[in-house]
């Protein structure tokens, strides 16, 4: 090695700019200058037997001023001495052939012999200039004597600077020498320990240690790390053996210090990582091992099922290329970036919606049909009749586009259920939409994508839900649907219910066209006034009125007791209700028009059935195990011996009296446990009795939301300037009568006589309350008049009003009564509350021909053209101021 390397006395230079190569160092060089190019191309590359040269580290000249700067009065052996000693010992010739660059050119005076480890020419292109590469390995270290030019490289006479093998045998002996060799090796011992750690890997980096001599080893660890120029100079300038092992044990030290900070750095770096980065690293991590295990459940697997799931939806083709341009939109995100979800669930929407899946659609049995609507519903052969027209048509026609369908009837009259059983008779699934409240168009026609929670409206998700394109839709409660500033839903309805535009339904979520000409929409309403005109002139209007209380019975026994029974687990060996039973519960605990109120009555007795089967199952239970005689057997015996005697007990399960077991369980409803249940009743018949006891009330016959309903209506006077106050919840029309019904009686007052106090002017001078209580109900409508003018009537005459008679009928200021609305269930209504006279106006007599006779005939119907008619009938005795009055 270098003890055994020969050196000349004279070597090429090649000067290295800034860099310094160190013995045992290998470095790659890539000449192109003309000097070097020469150098490399006359001492290397065309010499047979390669020789060696020298690398000489040479300094800018701003650097240059900078190191003499701090050289005066630096120690004895430094680079910056040898800087200025090496240019005092350049040659006259090169001082004046090379005075412009040695104003560049800086030599050091010491450098490394090197020899070519590889050699490589090239040729550059277009200039043909010729360029080398040179793998250079460095020797040992020379003194510079003299720099001269050979051609256009410089030559230099050189000293040997590294000690003979002799010197340094004897310098090993040493014993400062032995002690640096020992700590500069613990030091590299301890980097190549970390590097290995970091690298993971055990090298042959150690072996090193102990092959190689120290001085050597020196030179090696130095030259591999990165440093500033000054150090590597000041490594080569370590020319003495005890400087360069302090020297490297420095720098490597030095080096160990800046691999612990950048250690711990990293490690602060990565403890500030955002959990986001962290779980973003994690999820990286999670998707590469299931990469390799093969599993298919990650998010890119997602997509791809619902690509395949989109696939297979039967999207028509228009919406299939923007359900293919939102995938790609997907695609591209990540699972964390926003609107990642909001598209994933549209294309879910568009997966899951049945474009093209309908229910297979059977020919319509019609007599089926018929017999699925009378076992499912007692009466209603009207509107029975009505629903077997309608799928008479379909049978016909399957395309026909028929009219919608709008039960209109109180609540709990068998609206929905109707509809359901069309469905039935249809084989098409059926699906109900809620109207009730709806006053945001968005609700019909849904969100626009860009709203944050934006959602389709009811009908697609109803679509959505029902998994069909054909299903029966009953619109519930489309008299309910109100309009304000968030749109009109009842024209998105339109839209719907309109056969011509429902086959391209514009859902604003969904932003392509549904078609929804295949659904069979049927709605229902409890009125039909609140529904826009337009809307009720798409629909065919089916009325169903309440039932009278021999059908709800006949509803009741049929229908609701058998059901209710199955509903509650139990059969008619638990509970038994007769039909007297049954009438009370009518009677006594419901007033409604339908039969929901007394279906939850019905429920109610089977609750109380069920806890005492549940209750005497246990009993039951008990007594398998203790038969009552070997109990006593068994007590008689412990009492007296205070001994167990053992005694084999049937478990045959035939060995207690099933019989006394059902007639124990079965609960026969009867007045007592009745009010049991039920609570005591609500409601008797004794209720207008009592209300029309004093002078200013009157019985009226109106129509609400739940149908017909008794109305009473309450006056009062007190002294003011002749006011009117209405309370109650009532609407214009009603207060309107209220104001017709005061002009009448007022324009009449002193004809009438009507001031029980013989005050004439009385009618003038007070204020005047009128109420309609159970004001939580409200209540409008011009029926009331007859009612009101009846009150204010029997206020002033002081005469209190028929308790068993009620009214109905619209006035005018002339005095004239006019035909007003559903009358059956007025008359229905009259009836549940008992009364026995009603007051019609004359020109509803033909109404009367819905009503059920067994209704007319058990109350007296009366007729009236004019207000003094009903006021004649309404009085006991007639009309109250008959005796006073002129006319
Ligand atoms: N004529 C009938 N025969 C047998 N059951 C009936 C009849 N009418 C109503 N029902 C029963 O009464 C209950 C209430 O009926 P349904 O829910 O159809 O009333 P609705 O008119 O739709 O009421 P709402 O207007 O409150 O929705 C149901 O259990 C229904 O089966």
């Known amino acids: 090695m270098a003890e055994t390397v020969e050196l000349p006395s004279r070597l090429a230079i090649l000067p290295f700019r800034n860099k310094v190569l160190l013995p045992g160092a290998v470095i790659r060089i890539r000449c192109t200058s003309p000097r070097s190019v020469k150098l490399v191309e006359q001492e290397l590359w065309q010499r047979e037997e390669k020789g060696l040269i020298g690398v000489l580290p040479v300094r800018d000249a701003e650097a240059a001023a900078f190191s003499s700067l701090l050289s005066t009065g630096a120690g004895s052996d430094t680079g910056e001495r040898s800087v200025k000693a090496s240019t005092d010992n350049l040659g006259d010739s090169q001082k004046q052939g090379t005075k412009n660059q040695q104003e560049l050119i800086h030599w050091h005076n010491r450098g490394v012999a090197a020899r070519a480890l590889h050699l490589s020419r090239g040729v550059e292109k277009p200039s043909g200039r010729v360029t080398y590469i040179v793998v250079l390995e460095g020797l040992c270290r020379f003194n510079v004597q003299e720099i001269s030019e050979r051609g256009t490289y410089y030559v230099a006479r050189i000293s040997r600077l590294d000690m003979t093998k002799a010197e340094l045998e004897q310098a090993e002996q040493d014993p400062d020498i032995i002690l640096l060799s020992r700590q500069f090796k613990a030091t590299a011992m301890e980097l190549i320990s970390i590097l290995e750690q970091k690298q993971k890997t055990s090298g042959r980096t150690k072996v090193l240690l102990d092959t190689v001599p120290v001085h050597r080893l020196a030179d090696i660890f130095v030259a591999s790390f990165e440093l500033e120029f000054e150090e590597q100079i000041s490594m080569l300038d370590s020319v003495d053996l005890k400087l360069r092992l302090s020297k490297a044990t420095e720098l490597v030290e030095q080096h160990l210090q800046s691999i612990r900070v950048a250690e711990k750095i990293t490690q602060k770096v990565e403890g500030q990582l955002s959990k986001t980065q962290k779980e973003f690293l994690l999820r990286q991590q999670m998707r590469a091992i299931k990469e390799e295990l093969g599993d298919n459940d990650d998010d890119e697997d997602d997509i791809a099922a619902l690509e395949r799931k989109m696939q297979s939806a039967g999207i028509p083709p228009t919406v299939w290329k923007h359900a293919q341009r939102e995938l790609r939109r997907l695609k591209k995100m990540q699972p964390q970036q926003p609107g990642y979800s909001s598209s994933r669930v549209y294309l879910e929407l568009l997966a899951d919606l049945p474009w093209q899946k309908v229910t297979e659609e059977h020919e319509i049995d019609l007599n089926a049909a018929k017999e699925r609507l009378d076992t499912d519903h007692h009466g209603l052969h009207k509107v029975k009749q009505r629903i077997i027209e309608y799928l008479a048509v379909r049978k016909l026609k399957p395309d026909a586009r028929g009219p919608v369908l709008c039960f209109v009837g109180p609540p709990g009259v068998g609206k929905t259920s109707l509809a359901s059983s069309i469905a039935g008779a249809l084989n098409r699934k059926f699906i109900r939409i809620s109207l009730g409240g709806v006053k945001d168009e968005a609700d019909i026609r849904g969100h626009r994508r860009t709203y944050i929670g934006s959602m389709p409206g009811r009908l697609i998700e109803g679509v959505k839900r029902v998994g069909v394109s054909n299903p029966v839709m009953l619109l519930d409660e489309i008299d309910k649907t109100g309009s304000d500033i968030r749109g009109d839903p009842a024209s998105a309805l339109l839209e719907v219910l309109d056969p011509e535009q429902n086959r391209t339904f514009n859902d604003h979520y969904l932003n392509v066209p549904y078609d929804l000409s295949k659904v069979i929409f049927v709605a229902t309403a409890n009125k039909v006034q609140p529904i826009p005109p337009a809307l009720l002139d798409r629909m065919e209007v089916i009325e169903l009125p309440g039932y009278t209380p021999e059908e709800k019975l006949k509803i009741a026994m049929k229908h609701l007791i058998p059901r209710v029974i199955d509903q509650h687990g139990l059969s008619p060996n638990y509970l038994q209700i007769s039909e007297a039973i049954v009438k009370l519960v009518i009677e006594r605990y419901t007033r409604e028009a339908g039969v929901r109120s007394l279906e939850r009555n019905i429920a109610a ?38 001994e167990v005697e053992m005694e084999v007990i049937s478990m045959d399960a035939n060995h207690h009296d099933t019989g006394a077991f059902s007639s124990r369980s079965v609960l026969v409803v009867d007045e007592t446990i009745l009010e049991k249940v039920l609570g005591p009743p609500r409601f008797d018949n004794g209720e207008a009795d009592e209300r029309v ?184 005795g007639g009309c109250p101021w008959r005796q006073h009055s002129k006319i």
Not at 607 to 617: F, G, S
Not at 852 to 872: H, K, Q, T, Y
């Open 605 to 642: 007795l089977a609750r109380a059935a069920a806890v005492r089967v549940a209750e005497q199952e246990c009993t039951v239970q008990v007594s398998k195990n203790f038969h009552p005689e070997s109990t006593s057997l068994l007590e008689t015996r412990l009492g007296d011996s205070a």
């Open 693 to 876: 006891s004093i002078p200013g009330v009157s019985v009226g016959l109106v129509w609400t939301a739940f149908g017909g309903e008794v109305q009473f209506v309450e006056s009062a006077t007190m002294v003011g300037k002749g006011d009117l106050h209405l309370t109650g919840q009532l609407g214009d029309v009603i207060k309107e009568s209220a104001q017709i019904a005061l002009t009448w009686l007022r324009a009449r007052a002193t004809d009438l006589n009507l001031s029980a106090a013989g005050d004439v002017n009385l009618l003038d001078k007070r204020d005047i309350h009128i109420h309609f209580p159970a004001g939580a109900v409200p209540k409008d409508g011009p029926s009331a008049g007859v009612t009101l003018v009846t009150s204010l009537v029997s206020l002033f005459s002081q005469r209190k009003v028929r308790a068993d008679t009620a009214m109905t009928g619209e006035m005018t200021l002339r005095g004239l009564v006019l035909p007003v609305g559903g009358i059956k269930d007025k008359v229905l209504a009259a009836h549940r509350y008992g009364i026995k006279r009603v007051i019609l106006p004359e020109r509803n007599l033909k109404d009367l021909v819905d009503v059920p006779s067994a209704v007319l005939s058990s109350m007296e119907i009366l007729f009236a053209r004019r207000v003094e008619d009903v006021l004649e009938q309404a009085f006991e």
